[in-house]
Structures are given as structure tokens and as C-alpha cells.
């Protein structure tokens, strides 16, 4: 009987020094992805780093040329870029409306002012334009 006892305290010791393998298995690989987790916030922290110092970089080039968002010169080049984007529309428009009058389908009655409005309002990028 003493055998038996001695056996199944064999496989009891067998069973848990496999568990603890597998545990140290375990911790082995969460050491390796809580480094590669360090490593990747440590990039992360870095590239945050270089963009700021881009966007300072950038700052100071705009402000030695004058051009500051908050600047005139700035307002006014948006503001031109907006007369722009509206001509590049209602053109757009007026170039849908020809082709389905060409192919005996016309639209007439179709207000580009409003068009416009809702295409602006629903932020369509400009590439999508003709499409939308």
C-alpha cells in the first residue's frame, strides 16, 4: 500500500511541476509582450516627439515668411481657395447639366446655388464632385 501512495505522490509531483512549466511558459510570454508594449509606447512617445517638434519647425518657417493662419495673407489665399472651389463647382454643374441635355434627358430647373449649399453642408470632398 505504501507503494501505491509513493506512485501517486509521483504523479501528483509529475502533474504539478508540468503545471508549473506551463506557467513559467506563461510568464515568459507576457514578460516578451509587455516589453514589445514598452517598446511600442516608448515609439509611440518618440514619434509624438517628432511631430511636435515638425509642427514647431513648421510654425516657425510660416512665421519667417509671414504666412501665420491668423495672418491676412493666409485669409486671404482661403478665401480665394473658396472662390475657387465654388467656380470649380457651379463649372461642374453646368457640365452635368450640358451632358444629360445632350443625351436628351435635361435638367433644367435644377438649382446649382443649392446644390452647392448641400454639398458643402454634407462636406463632399471636391474629387467626389462630379459624381455626387
Known amino acids: 500500500q505504501s507503494t501505491w501512495a509513493v506512485l501517486a505522490l509521483a504523479s501528483?509531483?509529475?502533474?504539478?511541476l508540468s503545471a508549473i512549466a506551463a506557467l513559467e511558459d506563461r510568464v515568459v510570454a507576457l514578460s516578451a509582450e509587455l516589453e514589445a508594449r514598452a517598446l511600442e509606447s516608448q515609439m509611440s512617445a518618440e514619434t509624438e516627439e517628432r511631430k511636435s517638434k515638425m509642427r514647431r519647425a513648421l510654425k516657425s518657417a510660416f512665421e519667417e515668411k509671414g504666412l501665420l493662419p491668423e495672418s491676412d495673407e493666409?485669409?486671404?489665399?482661403k478665401a480665394d481657395f473658396e472662390v475657387m472651389k465654388?467656380?470649380?463647382?457651379?463649372?461642374?454643374?453646368?457640365?452635368?447639366?450640358?451632358?444629360?441635355?445632350?443625351?436628351?434627358?435635361p435638367v433644367n430647373g435644377v438649382d446649382a446655388q443649392s446644390l452647392y449649399e448641400q454639398c458643402v453642408a454634407a462636406q463632399v470632398p471636391v474629387t467626389e464632385w462630379p459624381s455626387w
Open 12 to 16: 501528483q509531483i509529475g502533474d504539478k
Open 74 to 77: 493666409m485669409a486671404r489665399i
Open 86 to 105: 465654388r467656380q470649380y463647382f457651379f463649372s461642374t454643374a453646368l457640365a452635368v447639366k450640358m451632358h444629360y441635355s445632350l443625351l436628351g434627358r
